[in-house]
């Protein structure tokens, strides 16, 4: 008889322990494309003014696996604009490494081609936002999920 209970007990907590198995967190994931909807300016901390895009302003970026892909259109500039490079993420910090893009931002790489941003991910929202050398918030791009 305490065979038989103590083989009930085992079976029970091993059927419960396993349905937990199944119950994960799921942590958002920056994979996918997402569209800029707003810039933030901070005053260090915190936000101080928000803006929204200009009429006809678009900027998307795509993220793969490890890739990076942006472009943005700008109604007043006859020429596109894009980027593509690599990414990863460290602790709360994104990272873009910048390999080639349209002919401003090839000049603009011989100058400056790795971006480190502190990222602020939800499941459907991101912003990447740019930190001074002592560490304090400056401005913000704040994106939307489209895919």
């Known amino acids: 008889m305490k065979n038989s209970i103590f083989i009930l007990t085992c079976f029970f907590i091993f059927l419960t322990v396993g349905s937990f198995k199944g119950i994960e967190q799921k942590q958002p994931s920056i994979i996918g ?3 800029l909807e707003s810039f933030y300016n901070f005053d260090g901390a915190d936000v101080t003014d928000t803006l929204e895009k200009a009429q006809g302003y678009r900027q998307v970026k795509m993220y793969s696996k490890e890739k990076i892909m942006w472009t943005r259109y700008v109604p007043q500039e006859p020429n596109g604009r894009f980027g593509y490079g ?5 602790d709360s910090f994104l990272v873009e490494t ?9 000049k603009a790489l011989d100058t400056m081609r790795y971006f480190k941003f502190e990222l602020i991910l939800g499941e459907d929202t991101f912003s990447q936002i740019t930190v001074d050398n ?3 918030r400056t401005f ?7 895919d």
């Open 86 to 90: 690599s990414y990863h993420i460290i």
């Open 33 to 35: 494309t997402w569209e």
């Open 98 to 106: 910048i390999e080639y893009g349209d002919d401003q931002m090839m």
């Open 134 to 136: 002592d560490g304090n």
């Open 140 to 146: 913000s791009e704040n994106y939307r999920r489209i």
